[in-house]
Every structure is written in structure tokens, then in C-alpha cells.
């Protein structure tokens, strides 16, 4: 790690590319995808928004999902390409505060939307006559909403005791973002018993999600076994497997990271395991449910043949 000391109240991110050669490969690999991640979710929230054929609960779940994914990047990425460029990495301690409480209300809103996305999954192929009441616009609008106030309120605690407890060795953060398990080891306190929370917050977010979306496609795999239609199966199929995914993706990285023992963990791993969760993820996104969705782009080309039409 390289030796910065801080005399203020602000950290230091130490970032994720060294300033060498080999760091600026690294980085011309990485900002293409997060641009690509930009601009794919943010084409998903607007075709979400402009097409009502999509003004379903499938693809508000699927709007709520890019929507996350949108601010993921756009709170942690920017900071780290500009630290790089310019060489200046360090971050006022409110600005620490504010990428951490972002941070840690999207990782645990997304769990839950992802959950959310396999009970509407579940319910639209193993009950679908009941699917208009249990997956109601009332119903999926309080998913919505209670997905985003729980992660909130799970951030919110963690991000005002990393921000209370005292610092008082080198404030450089060997991450590109302010993780609060890595501002963690900056501690002058003993910390381990916060640290315990921490592991049994992390585990209910991916514990609870993870079981929820286990049943769910269990339950879906016996329903669509027993269909006969070789077209419903095939759809079925495609539209899970699209949705595990992403769950994939998404959540194998975060167990591996924050659910490891502390003595097994190191800041190089952490930090290219966050690339998936934090940039690759919410680039593959858009692509997976996009180019294996008739839907979608039949809504693309609507959309498209509308702006055409206006503009003439």
C-alpha cells in the first residue's frame, strides 16, 4: 500500500489501477464498460418510462433494477476515474459518507428487487390466475418502495457508526470507494463486535433474497416440467434462466467478499471482485434483458419509429 498521510478530516482512495503502464490498460478495459453500463440502464428506465406496453410489474420491477444500477455506477465510478486522471484521490469526509450510505442502500434495495423479480416470476407462472391480484400495481409499487426504505434504513446505520468511530491512524482507504468494511481496518477501536452486525446484515440480504428466489424458481421448474406446450416451456425457460442470471452475477461476488473471514480477505481481491457487483454487473444487465427480450425490443422500435415520426 502506498504511504498517505492526511492531516484533515478527509480520507485518501488508494484506487483500483496502480499509476504505472499496466494501470493505464486496466483502465482503458474498464471505462468503456462503465460507460456502456451508463448508457444501457439509463436506456432501460426511459424505455420502460416511455413504452406502456411495458407499464407492467415485470418491467417496473426491471425499471427499479436499472434505475439502481444507474446510481451504482454513478456514485463510485466517476470518483475513481477522476482520481485517476488527475491524480488527486482524496474525498471529503461528507462525500465519504455520501458514497457509503449510496453504496450500501443500493447493494441491499437491489437484493431485494432481484427477490421481488422471482416472486412476480413465480406467481406469473405457477398461479397465473391470481396473478392480477398478487402482483397488483398497489402490490408491486409497495415492493418498490419497501425495497428502497429497508436498504436505506440497513445504510443509514452502518454509514453513521463508520462515520462516528474514531480514526486515528492513516486515513487512505485501499479501495476505489468508501466500503466500510475497508475504512473499518483504519480504526483506532476495536471494532468487532460492529463488524459481527456487519456480517449478519450482509447475511440477511443475501441469505433471505437468496431462499425466496430458490423456492420460487423451484417451484417454476416442476410447474414448467408439467406443461405441454413446448412454446411455454421455451419462454419459461428463457426468461428464468435470463433472471438467474443476473442474480448470479450479482450476488456470488457479494457472499464471496463480505461473507469470508476477516484474516481471509485481502484489498487487491476485494477490489476486483467489486468491479463485477459494482461496473460489469450493471452492464450485463441491460444486454441480458434486453437482446433475450422479444418485448423489449419490440418497445425499442417503437419507441424508436415514435422519436423518427416526431422528428419529421
Same mark, same amino acid.
Given at each position: 500500500?502506498?504511504? =498517505?498521510?492526511?492531516?484533515?478530516?478527509? +480520507?485518501?482512495?488508494?484506487?483500483?489501477?496502480?499509476?504505472?503502464?499496466?494501470?493505464?490498460?486496466?483502465?482503458?478495459?474498464?471505462?468503456?464498460? @462503465?460507460?456502456?453500463?451508463?448508457?444501457?440502464?439509463? !436506456?432501460?428506465?426511459?424505455?420502460?418510462?416511455?413504452?406502456?406496453?411495458?407499464?407492467?410489474?415485470? =418491467?417496473?420491477?426491471? %425499471?427499479?433494477?436499472?434505475?439502481?444500477?444507474?446510481? /451504482?455506477?454513478?456514485?463510485?465510478?466517476?470518483?475513481?476515474?477522476?482520481?485517476?486522471?488527475?491524480? %488527486?484521490?482524496?474525498? %471529503? +469526509?461528507?462525500?465519504?459518507?455520501?458514497? *457509503? @450510505?449510496?453504496?450500501?442502500? $443500493?447493494?441491499?434495495?437491489?437484493?431485494?428487487?432481484?427477490?421481488?423479480?422471482?416472486?412476480?416470476?413465480?406467481?406469473?407462472?405457477?398461479?397465473?390466475?391470481? =396473478?392480477? #391480484?398478487?402482483?397488483?400495481?398497489?402490490?408491486?409499487?409497495?415492493? #418498490?418502495?419497501?425495497?428502497?426504505?429497508?436498504?436505506?434504513?440497513?445504510?443509514?446505520?452502518?454509514?453513521?457508526?463508520?462515520?462516528?468511530?474514531?480514526? !486515528?491512524? *492513516?486515513?487512505?482507504?485501499?479501495?476505489? +470507494?468508501?466500503?466500510?468494511?475497508?475504512?473499518?481496518?483504519?480504526?483506532?477501536?476495536?471494532?468487532?463486535? /460492529?463488524? =459481527?452486525?456487519?456480517?449478519? %446484515?450482509?447475511? @440477511?440480504?443475501?441469505?433471505?433474497? *437468496? #431462499?425466496? #428466489?430458490? @423456492?420460487?424458481?423451484?417451484?417454476?421448474?416442476?410447474?414448467?416440467?408439467?406443461?405441454?406446450?413446448?412454446?411455454?416451456?421455451?419462454?419459461?425457460?428463457?426468461?428464468?434462466?435470463?433472471? $438467474?442470471?443476473?442474480?448470479?452475477?450479482?450476488?456470488?461476488? +457479494?457472499?464471496?467478499?463480505?461473507?469470508?473471514?476477516? *484474516?481471509?480477505?485481502?484489498?487487491?481481491?476485494?477490489?476486483?471482485?467489486?468491479?463485477?457487483?459494482?461496473? $460489469?454487473?450493471?452492464?450485463?444487465?441491460?444486454?441480458?434483458?434486453?437482446?433475450?427480450?422479444?418485448?423489449?425490443?419490440?418497445?425499442?422500435?417503437?419507441?424508436?419509429?415514435?422519436?423518427?415520426?416526431?422528428?419529421?
Amino acid at each position: 500500500m502506498e504511504n =498517505y498521510t492526511q492531516p484533515s478530516t478527509d +480520507f485518501v482512495l488508494l484506487g483500483l489501477f496502480p499509476l504505472s503502464r499496466a494501470g493505464l490498460v486496466f483502465f482503458t478495459l474498464t471505462f468503456p464498460v @462503465f460507460l456502456m453500463a451508463l448508457a444501457g440502464n439509463l !436506456c432501460m428506465v426511459l424505455l420502460i418510462l416511455l413504452d406502456a406496453h411495458l407499464h407492467t410489474p415485470m =418491467y417496473l420491477l426491471l %425499471s427499479q433494477l436499472s434505475l439502481m444500477d444507474l446510481i /451504482y455506477v454513478s456514485t463510485t465510478v466517476p470518483k475513481m476515474v477522476a482520481g485517476f486522471l488527475t491524480g %488527486s484521490k482524496s474525498i %471529503s +469526509f461528507i462525500g465519504c459518507g455520501f458514497q *457509503s @450510505f449510496f453504496f450500501l442502500t $443500493l447493494a441491499g434495495a437491489e437484493a431485494l428487487i432481484l427477490m421481488s423479480m422471482a416472486y412476480d416470476r413465480y406467481v406469473a407462472i405457477c398461479l397465473p390466475l391470481h =396473478y392480477p #391480484i398478487r402482483m397488483s400495481r398497489r402490490v408491486c409499487v409497495l415492493m #418498490i418502495l419497501g425495497s428502497w426504505a429497508i436498504g436505506a434504513v440497513n445504510s443509514c446505520a452502518h454509514t453513521v457508526y463508520a462515520l462516528h468511530i474514531p480514526y !486515528c491512524r *492513516s486515513r487512505a482507504i485501499d479501495h476505489f +470507494f468508501c466500503d466500510v468494511p475497508a475504512m473499518l481496518t483504519l480504526a483506532c477501536m476495536d471494532t468487532s463486535v /460492529y463488524e =459481527y452486525t456487519v456480517f449478519l %446484515s450482509t447475511t @440477511f440480504f443475501l441469505l433471505f433474497p *437468496s #431462499i425466496v #428466489i430458490a @423456492f420460487s424458481y423451484g417451484k417454476i421448474l416442476l410447474t414448467v416440467c408439467c406443461m405441454r406446450s413446448r412454446e411455454g416451456r421455451k419462454k419459461a425457460y428463457a426468461t428464468c434462466g435470463t433472471h $438467474l442470471t443476473v442474480v448470479t452475477f450479482y450476488m456470488a461476488p +457479494f457472499a464471496y467478499t463480505y461473507l469470508r473471514p476477516k *484474516s481471509l480477505r485481502s484489498p487487491t481481491e476485494d477490489k476486483v471482485l467489486a468491479v463485477f457487483y459494482i461496473i $460489469l454487473t450493471p452492464m450485463l444487465n441491460p444486454v441480458i434483458y434486453s437482446l433475450r427480450n422479444k418485448e423489449v425490443l419490440g418497445a425499442l422500435g417503437r419507441v424508436t419509429q415514435g422519436i423518427c415520426l416526431m422528428k419529421m
